[in-house]
């Protein structure tokens, strides 16, 4: 897979996700299990729109050469906000928190660690071919 491909697949999941969490709040609880309070929905509304902004940084992205010195910096930070989701979303999970249909947020957190640190490593061989 191309870094190309991975930016638009992070911008598709971001984005679909982003704009369910602000337009289609409360059905996205019922999915998860979850009901909101009307304070849950509002911030459930801000996270979308977390979401949304993170789809449009990696669709900014997505035709940006891999040897580019912002990527690794980019996945890096990526790395740590997708480890920071995932050990959330594992910790409300295991407090009872939704139902089983969150573990595909856990699902979708740790393929996107996985994937980052991948591209992490084509990055570093991209700029290694680029000085040589």
Avoid: E
Wanted: charged letters at 10%.
């Amino acid at each position: 897979m191309k870094l190309s491909t991975f930016a638009t697949i992070v911008t598709v999941l971001a984005g679909v996700f982003g704009l369910a969490f602000i337009f289609f709040t409360a059905q996205l609880g019922k999915f998860y299990g979850i009901t909101p309070s009307h304070d849950g929905l509002w911030m459930s509304r801000y996270f979308g729109a977390s979401l949304v902004f993170i789809a449009m940084i990696y669709w900014s992205y997505s035709s940006v050469t891999p040897a580019a010195k912002s990527w690794p910096k980019l996945l890096i930070f990526s790395i740590i906000y997708d480890v920071v989701q995932l050990i959330i979303t594992t910790m409300s999970i295991l407090d009872g928190v939704g139902n089983a249909n969150a573990w595909s947020s856990v699902a979708i957190y740790a393929l996107l660690i996985i994937g980052s640190i991948y591209f992490l490593g084509v990055c570093s061989r991209a700029r290694a071919k680029a000085t040589v």
